[in-house]
């Protein structure tokens, strides 16, 4: 271990103040991480933030410019790719079309000089459920089964990370989730490491314990999917994971827990433990789907946030929810200059556009951003 840096559990993998440039820009800004041993975790943003190349370093692809990047006690940095106990899983899978599915998997024994591998490659293919198509060539295979024949082929090496890069990108939506179903069924199986990079949210929330949210080359935001999308830190983080109604005010008081503010001469309060600021310019966000929509006050529950002057401008009927536009009475200064409120479909009258409404929730599903 470094003196004075305090060492990771065995096996957990940890970036300290890792930077990278490419001349004179910066593609990773001073990230520092730690993923535990055995868990599933999600780099994500949007392209071009960083994910890619931070996973590059810890592959050992490429070199940090500033940084140091450990493997539990032991310091990898400066090895090379081949002598880490890291394998990644591209988007492209990288098979070898000449050779069956059963020596693509046993490929990485076989080049260790491993006599006997039948016994192994068979536990893989059960494992990624391909056994019975163990003598296909890769071509005979479809999109998913390939991508599971790379995963299989990365994890007979038995490496202590598997890294995943955008390794679901090439196949259309519903293999996609059926994909991320059977990734997340593997992790649990093998109980190894899994760093995941996506652009995809919904895909970041259903696979990963944690997700690191991504923004130009630095780390903007770490959690559990509920912690980030209970709790986003910032209007990037709101906006990137499901959709957020912003509306920025004035901070006008604190009593007890509850902080009240001022939006446009509306009056809205959210709990001191979700507001990020308890004085100044302040962000109060909403999820679309906590949101009521009334005809008029009598039907509001008392203390509920209340905004009122906001006419429907669509309303989409898909099934189990409708989703509503409303346009509010203010510009874009304020935030969002139309609502979205996703109102569960219980047989409910649904209200067309022109209608004007009353908005409300109750403000404990307020979180509160700094608007400074
Ligand atoms: P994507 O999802 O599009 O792959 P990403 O988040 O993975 O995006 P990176 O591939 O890590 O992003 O790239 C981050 C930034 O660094 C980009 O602006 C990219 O153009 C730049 N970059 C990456 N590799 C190099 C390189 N070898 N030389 C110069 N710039 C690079």
Redesign the pocket.
Known sequence: AVPGESPGADGDLRLERVTKR??S?T?VDDISLSIPQGSFFALL?A????????LRMVSGLEDPTQGRIYLGQREVTDLKPYKRPVNTVFQNYALFPHLDIFENVAFGLRRRGVKDVRGQVEQMLELVELGHLARRKPAQLSGGQQQRVAVARALINQPQVLLLD?PLGALDLKLRRQMQIELKRIQTEVGLTFVH?T?DQEEAMTMADTIAV?NAGRIEQLGSPAQLYENPASTFVANFLGQSNLISGEVTGKDGDVITLDAQGRRLTLPVARARVEAGRIIAGVRPEKVSLALDESAIPAGHNVLTGGVVSDASFIGVSTQYLVKMPWGPEVGCEEMSVFEQNTGREIHRPGTPVLLHWHPAQTFGLDGS
């Open positions: 490419f001349g820009f593609a943003g392209s071009g933030c960083g994910k890619t190349t931070t955008e990079v652009h991504m």
